[in-house]
């Protein structure tokens, strides 16, 4: 018979389920390394909470974050014969941060977002080494 509660079959209850045996069961708490306040582990994205991750997840964060690990693209052999690789990423910025346009910058700052949650693990490392060092 299912629960009158979550209609979980089996005797099973959801986690948020009144009638789940560890629903009123206090949560471990763990002190986020970057803003020092206590959540629920479950909240915590490897041991930062979701507001630092969140709130660090940001355009300069991600091209600091993005030095931790280096990607290979193919470029055409001629262009990649006339810049360095560091020439070329020095390019890349540039049009990132130069261009005016306020679709672009949103849009860098939604990508900077995404790229930083899309590595919750790494990410908080970092952030809790970066954090470590000042």
Known sequence: MPCSECLRPNGEHAATCPNNPHFYDDPEMKTCPICGREFNEEDMDYSVC?????????????????????????????????????????????????????????????????YC?????????WLKERKEKH
Request: net charge negative; proline share 1%.
């Open 117 to 125: 949650r899309d590595a919750p693990s790494a990410f908080a490392d």
């Open 50 to 114: 979701a507001i630092c991750s969140d709130k660090n997840a940001t355009y300069e964060n991600a091209l600091a974050f993005g030095e931790t690990d280096k990607y290979e693209i193919e470029i055409n052999d001629f262009l990649a014969s006339i810049f360095t690789k560091k020439e070329i990423e020095e390019i890349l910025l540039r049009e990132l941060n130069e261009n005016g346009n306020v679709f672009v910058k949103n849009a860098r700052e939604s990508m900077a977002f995404a």
